[in-house]
């Protein structure tokens, strides 16, 4: 039902403006973001978690944050965002393995944000179920005379 309505349309919507907003998606589909700091290789990922702690972090309260290991705080941990779009397995896969077996070890706090590219040939927006319908309300209001005639 959620999906027939497009109920996450605008989160997506968002996560994907904010991905366009890092200037990332002209280099690569899928980037990581640790602490202010993008890399499209997997492997600058340790080289950046261990200088993270001198920069801050920005999340929202609807991010997803992958499940980390129960005996670590997860406020002390590095914020690793990874960009992606799920459906490119090629470029998505490394980076998701990687931050997995991070977060499982308690070294971060994987967050997940989808970073789909819309179609070249459909880039219009996105419709929402409801929005734009015409509403026609009658005329309840008390009316002295009668108009019916």
């Known amino acids: 039902m959620a999906l027939a309505l497009r109920f996450y349309s605008p989160t997506v919507q968002m996560m994907r403006k904010m991905a366009h907003d890092t200037g990332m998606t002209r280099q690569c589909s899928t980037f990581v973001d640790i602490h202010g700091v993008y890399t499209c ?19 929202f309260p ?5 499940l980390t290991n129960n005996n670590v705080e997860q406020k002390s941990l590095v914020t690793v965002i990874l960009y992606g779009d799920f459906g490119n397995q090629n470029d998505f896969k490394p980076f998701h393995t990687k931050l997995v077996e991070l977060s499982l070890n308690g070294k971060i706090d994987y967050v997940l944000r989808h970073n789909s590219q819309p179609p070249t040939d459909d880039r219009r927006k996105v419709r929402l179920a409801g929005y734009g319908v015409e509403l026609q309300i009658k005329s309840t209001e008390y009316k002295a005379t009668d108009d019916s005639k």
């Open 41 to 59: 290789n997997v492997n600058d990922i340790d080289n950046l978690i261990e200088s993270a702690n001198e920069r801050s972090k920005f999340l």
């Open 62 to 66: 609807f991010d997803h944050h992958y």
